[in-house]
């Protein structure tokens, strides 16, 4: 233990600082989970979305999911976003989402493009790279 005053407040605020960021949720860098307060405002920006539609129970969800973060960091231009299709099935029924995970790429609202199945990563490297320009 220092004798230090000063050291002391630092090592203080730095424990408060860990403590804190430990309470908070960890979110994925870059994806957005959308539901029903936010999936329009985020689509219909002018600059494309592609929406991830998985469920937690789907395994080829799951197995896509590190892959469409990795992308995610490639391609700063496009906008990346899930929608969890058991906590949000009008969004779902809207879109005629019928098979997981299905991929959607949004641009001004309208839907531009649209894939279904774990295509992997050459899948959402071509739709992104169509749309990235």
Same mark, same amino acid.
């Given at each position: 233990?220092?004798?230090?005053?000063?050291?002391?407040?630092?090592?203080?605020?730095?424990?408060?600082?860990?403590?804190? $960021? $430990?309470?908070?949720?960890?979110?994925?860098?870059?994806?957005i989970d959308l539901d029903e307060s936010?999936?329009?405002?985020?689509?219909?920006?002018?600059?494309?979305?592609?929406?991830?539609?998985?469920?937690?129970?789907?395994?080829?969800?799951?197995?896509? =999911?590190?892959?469409?973060?990795?992308?995610?960091?490639? *391609? +700063?231009?496009?906008?990346?976003?899930?929608?969890?299709?058991?906590?949000? $099935?009008?969004?779902?029924?809207?879109?005629? !989402?019928?098979?997981? +995970?299905?991929?959607?790429?949004?641009?001004?609202? $309208?839907? !531009?493009?649209?894939?279904?199945?774990?295509?992997?990563?050459?899948?959402? =490297?071509?739709?992104?790279?169509? *749309?990235?320009?």
């Amino acid at each position: 233990m220092s004798d230090d005053p000063e050291i002391e407040k630092i090592k203080q605020r730095k424990l408060e600082e860990m403590l804190r $960021q $430990q309470s908070q949720p960890k979110v994925e860098p870059g994806i957005i989970d959308l539901d029903e307060s936010n999936f329009d405002s985020i689509v219909s920006a002018e600059n494309p979305t592609l929406v991830d539609f998985w469920a937690e129970w789907c395994g080829p969800c799951k197995m896509m =999911h590190p892959v469409f973060e990795s992308l995610a960091k490639k *391609y +700063p231009k496009i906008k990346f976003a899930r929608v969890n299709v058991d906590s949000n $099935q009008n969004i779902s029924m809207r879109f005629a !989402v019928q098979s997981i +995970p299905t991929f959607i790429m949004f641009k001004s609202g $309208q839907v !531009v493009d649209k894939m279904m199945g774990a295509v992997g990563a050459p899948g959402i =490297h071509m739709i992104c790279k169509k *749309y990235s320009q």
